[in-house]
């Protein structure tokens, strides 16, 4: 547990399932004021505000589309209304499809670079712009993934979007280190969540995902969230500018494992 994480204010994009949810509710057992933006209508953020004022926190919930800079500008402000600040931004909104590169649509394209690329930015820009007027050495945590490393056929504008969120994350370290604005990613490899349910649901695709994970098993959500509440946390004060690589050793060469190679 990190106790100086009582009471900061926090924003989760994409927070009404997966590793979001995980992570609100992480927040939340460490006594935090959570923001938890959701999307989609169905996403039961009620059960997640109830985990959280259970575990001693606070949660409120907010509908918005990461595309949409005016949607970023209302997460914001509806945690300095609710709670009164704003001391961690965590851009974890993101989406996936498969298709082969030669028949990827530029509307499928920019989907997908809006949400997870474009949709970072407009939060880390909101958040330090708020940070530096208020003078917060704030934490921002954007949410990459093994794929802004290893090369993914089908997914290249999951992979470019992922690329551009690590080279984002340290340029923003770089330029506000000296307010003591720090900013991180975590990519994670192959974790439980929404995002792989059709995938890890039929039996020979989940096991060839297992195959490429040196620790031999799915990621859990609760693992990523143990990284992101470190990496926000007082403990991680001279950590900027890093990618937190959770993924069961997947970007260490599983193909040379056990005498292979
Ligand atoms: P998920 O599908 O459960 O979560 C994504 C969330 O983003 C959903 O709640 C969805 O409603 C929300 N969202 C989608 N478009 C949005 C928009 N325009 N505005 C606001 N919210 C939007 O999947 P998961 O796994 O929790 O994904 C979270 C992040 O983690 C994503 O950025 C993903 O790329 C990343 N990631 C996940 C991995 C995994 O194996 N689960 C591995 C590596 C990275």
């Not at 504008?157 to 992922?162: E, P, T, V």
Request: net charge negative; glycine share 10%; hydrophobic share 40%.
């Amino acid at each position: 547990m990190y106790p100086n994480l009582e009471g900061k204010v926090v924003v989760i994009t994409g927070a009404g399932t997966g590793l979001g949810r995980a992570m609100a509710e992480r927040f939340g057992a460490e006594k935090a004021k959570v923001v938890i933006n959701y999307f989609k209508e169905d996403e039961d953020v009620q059960s997640i505000i109830e985990t959280i004022e259970k575990a001693g926190g606070s949660g409120s919930a907010i509908q918005g589309d990461v595309t949409k800079e005016e949607d970023i500008k209302r997460m914001i402000a509806h945690a300095v209304n609710t709670f009164g600040s704003l001391d961690i931004m965590v851009n974890n909104a993101g989406i996936e499809n498969e298709v082969p590169s030669e028949d990827l649509t530029l509307e499928d394209w920019n989907k997908v670079i809006s949400t997870n690329l474009t949709g970072q930015f407009l939060g880390c820009r909101e958040a330090i712009d708020y940070m530096l007027e208020n003078k917060i050495k704030g934490s921002i945590i954007n949410m990459s993934s093994v794929h802004q490393e290893i090369p993914w056929p089908h997914f290249v504008h999951y992979a470019a979007s992922k690329g551009g969120v690590k080279l984002m994350t340290e340029t923003l370290a770089l330029e506000f280190a000296p307010h003591g604005i720090r900013v991180n990613c975590i990519a994670p490899g192959a974790i439980d969540t929404p995002i792989n349910a059709e995938k890890f649901d039929d039996p020979e695709l989940k096991k060839g995902v297992v195959e490429l994970i040196p620790m031999g098993y799915i990621g859990k959500p609760e693992e990523i969230a143990a990284c992101a509440v470190w990496l926000a946390s007082s403990e991680a004060s001279y950590v900027t500018g890093l990618t937190l690589f959770a993924d069961g050793g997947m970007t260490q060469y599983p193909g040379f494992q056990a005498g292979k190679g």
